[in-house]
Each structure stands twice: as structure tokens, then as C-alpha cells.
């Protein structure tokens, strides 16, 4: 029987159950075809609407840390909450409008300018490290043991994560690799020339104003240029305060704690062109290493991206540090400086871990990457005084001053993300 019968049928045997006749009848297929209506938009609703918990969820740090992915690269599985009796339809609709604006503003503010300042936090602790252990290991060896330091431990998360059972979660496709993979290349690459600027006797005032500064511009641009992002005037504002606080904290006259360890014989300083062209490479790789964590975020787990990373900058050092050993150079180092390297390996990994989940909650790289650089800029100097004894003068303070005005405005600025990123 095909379904018109069927429903003829039923419309038919309604009718005579009750006793109005026609009445009956028309009251009966009324009744049961307001039924159907209903059923079929509540079935409709609970199909093509439906956001679960997990799905809100997974624009947290926390989910992405735990393996939920939400970007915009999958933006057309999106979907609302199931409606109830007191959720109508003009809601519904006030709450795609609020996915929509996310996916192209990225996250609120206030879910992801924490777990970028911690991450901010991590990177200033890593460079206190390796400070504090400069004079006890040769700087070469010390990055290749916190790289695989770091390593470790996000391989330690990752069998956590597979202990309990959430192997599922451990997503990751061949462009997440590829892109992983070229982060480790980068920043494995930045290392060694910051290795080689340090080496070349450059004082660490100059250097680093230089390197650190110029990867928030390279940052801003590539941003733009890659990514399709956008800042409007607010947030380059931000930026030109994120290079000057740089600039003025590193070139303060306050005392600074000597750094060493085993660096290069060159004492004479190397000619102008030569070590800043070699700190713009290096401000430029540290910029590309974070457009890769950008380009792969949404494509692989934050903990995977991170070990795979760092174990291809591990291994990017290791070449290095055959070269120099083939040489016949020495590699000092003794139990302090093992120790710090580690701590330092330990800081680093968190970073990037934190790095690869902002970046994967769908902030803007033109955004994320001027915070990170400029906050562990802030963040070190503050350090700084209570771990190493360092002094800041009233132009450092001043520069202080101007980076965290300079995150607020980035952090803040109103420019658009383009779809497809």
C-alpha cells in the first residue's frame, strides 16, 4: 500500500470513529496532520540544528588541547543547539550569527588572552633558563637537550591521552604533518642563527631588539600576505608600541647579567650589514615558525604537532652539533648547565603546546603572534629582576608601559580573518 493509501485510509477510518461525519473526519485529519507537522520540524531540528556540547566546547583551550578541532576549514558542519519550549527560532538564528562572527573575528577575548599570556609566560621562563645555565654548557648542546627534552614530554602527554582511552582524539592528517614538520625546520633554523649572531660577539642589547622586533613585523605581514588576515589602524597602532616597548627594554642602560658558555673564539665585532641581516633571517624564520603552527593548527592535535615539531628541531640540531664535532670543537658542560637546558626544554615545550591550541582556537596570526613575542618581552624583563638579579632603569619601565598597551590593542583589534584559514 503506498503511503497516500495509507494515509487515506487512516483519514477514512478517523471519520468514522466519530460521530460528526464529515466533521469528524476533517477535525481528525487536521488533528493528525498537525502532528506530522510537528513531528517532521522537531525531526528536522534535531537532524540539521544540532550543536552538541562538544561542539561549543571545542573552541576552548582546554578541548583543544584534548583533541576537538573546530575552524573554520570544517565550518559547514557547524550547527545550533536543539530547541526547546523556550528557544525560538529568531534565538536560534541570534546564535549563528555569534558562530558566524566567530569563525571570521575569531574567539572572544576572554577565551583565549590567557593561554596566550601563559604561553607568553613559558617563553620568558625558557629564556631565563637559558640564561641561568649560559655559563654552564655550550649553547648549541644545551638547545639540542631542550629540544629533546621538550620532546619527551609531550610524548609523555600523548601516551596520558592514550592510557585513557582517547586515542580518537589524537587527530592529525598529512597537512598537519607537513606543516609541523616545517615549524621544527624554522624555529630549529632560528635557533642556530641566533646561535651564530650570540657567536659572532654581538652584544645581547643589540641582538635582540633586532630579532625579537623584527618577528612581530614579519609576524604582522606574513599574517596579512598568508593568511588573509587583517588589522585595521587600531591593531598596527599595537604593533609600532609592541616594537618600541622591545626596542627600549632591551637597549636599557640597567644591569644586565653577562651571558656565555662556550660560544664562539670571535671577539671582534662583525661588521654592521652582517650580523643584522643575519637577525632579520633569524627574526623571519621565528615569524615563519609561527605561520606553520597557524597553518597546521586546525589540522593535527596541538600535543602531536608540538612533539613532531620539536623532535624535527631536535634532530635539525643534532646535525649541527655532528658538524661542529667533526670539526674537533669542544662542547662544554657539566651538571648545572644539563639541568637548566632541561628546564628550559620543559618551558619551551609548554609554549609551543600553548601556541599550537591559541592558534587552533581560530585567533588571527596578526593578533596571537605580537602578544606572544611582545608578552614574553614583558614578561622576561619582570623575571628578570627577581631570578637573575637584572635592574631596569626608567626607560625599561617605559618600555614595559608600552608593550602591554601594545597587547591590549592587538588583542582588541576589530580586523577580519579571511574564510578559508
Known amino acids: 500500500m503506498s503511503s497516500v493509501d495509507h494515509l487515506t485510509g487512516e483519514f477514512v477510518h478517523g471519520g468514522a470513529r466519530n460521530t460528526g461525519g464529515f466533521a469528524g473526519t476533517l477535525t481528525a485529519s487536521l488533528r493528525e496532520g498537525s502532528e506530522m507537522m510537528f513531528s517532521s520540524v522537531k525531526a528536522i531540528e534535531k537532524g540539521a540544528l544540532t550543536r552538541s556540547a562538544d561542539r561549543w566546547a571545542s573552541r576552548t583551550i582546554s578541548a583543544r588541547l584534548g583533541g576537538y578541532t573546530d575552524s573554520v576549514r570544517v565550518a559547514e558542519d557547524i550547527s545550533l543547539a536543539i530547541p526547546d519550549e523556550k528557544t ?12 558566524d562572527y566567530e569563525l571570521t573575528h575569531g574567539p572572544p577575548l576572554i577565551k583565549w588572552i590567557f593561554p596566550a599570556l601563559l604561553c607568553a ?24 637537550i631542550l629540544q629533546f627534552v621538550a620532546a619527551f614530554s609531550g610524548t609523555l602527554l600523548l601516551l596520558f591521552l592514550l592510557a585513557r582511552g582517547k586515542s580518537s582524539e589524537i587527530f592529525w592528517d598529512k597537512w598537519g604533518l607537513i606543516w609541523s614538520v616545517g615549524a621544527g625546520l624554522w624555529v630549529g633554523t632560528a635557533e642556530m642563527l641566533s646561535f651564530t649572531v650570540s657567536g659572532m660577539g654581538v652584544p645581547a642589547t643589540q641582538s635582540i631588539p633586532i630579532i625579537i622586533g623584527g618577528s ?8 596579512f600576505c598568508v593568511l588573509g588576515e587583517v588589522l585595521v589602524l587600531h591593531g598596527w597602532s599595537g604593533v609600532v608600541l609592541l616594537t618600541l616597548g622591545i626596542g627600549l627594554v632591551a637597549t636599557d642602560p640597567g644591569d644586565k647579567m653577562e651571558e656565555g658558555g662556550g660560544g664562539g673564539d670571535n671577539v671582534d665585532a662583525p661588521p654592521t650589514y ?13 615569524a615563519l615558525y609561527n605561520i606553520c603552527i597557524k597553518k597546521g593548527s586546525a589540522s593535527i592535535n596541538p600535543i602531536l604537532g608540538g612533539v613532531v615539531l620539536q623532535f624535527i628541531a631536535a634532530i635539525f640540531g643534532s646535525v649541527l652539533l655532528g658538524g661542529i664535532l667533526l670539526e674537533g670543537s669542544k662542547l662544554n658542560a657539566d651538571q648545572t648547565g644539563i639541568v637548566w637546558a632541561s628546564l628550559a626544554g620543559i618551558a619551551v615545550g609548554s609554549a609551543e603546546l600553548l601556541s599550537f591550541g591559541v592558534s587552533g582556537m581560530g585567533v588571527q596570526a596578526t593578533q596571537s603572534i605580537p ?5 614574553s618581552v614583558m614578561f622576561g624583563a619582570v623575571l628578570g629582576i627577581f631570578m637573575l638579579g637584572e635592574t631596569l632603569e626608567l626607560q625599561g619601565w617605559i618600555g614595559v608601559l608600552l608593550l602591554m598597551s601594545g597587547i591590549g590593542m592587538v ?11
Open 411 to 421: 588583542a582588541t583589534d576589530p580586523g577580519e580573518k579571511m574564510p578559508g584559514h
Open 121 to 144: 609566560l613559558s617563553y620568558a621562563l625558557y629564556n631565563i633558563f637559558i640564561k641561568k645555565g649560559s655559563y654552564s654548557i655550550h649553547p648549541i648542546l644545551g638547545g639540542v
Open 274 to 286: 652582517l650580523w643584522i641581516g643575519l637577525s632579520l633571517c633569524c627574526a623571519m624564520s621565528y
Open 371 to 375: 602578544i606572544l613575542i611582545g608578552g
Open 88 to 99: 525560538g527560532l529568531l534565538g536560534k538564528a541570534d546564535e549563528r550569527d555569534l558562530l
Open 216 to 223: 612581530v613585523l614579519f609576524g604582522a605581514v606574513l599574517g
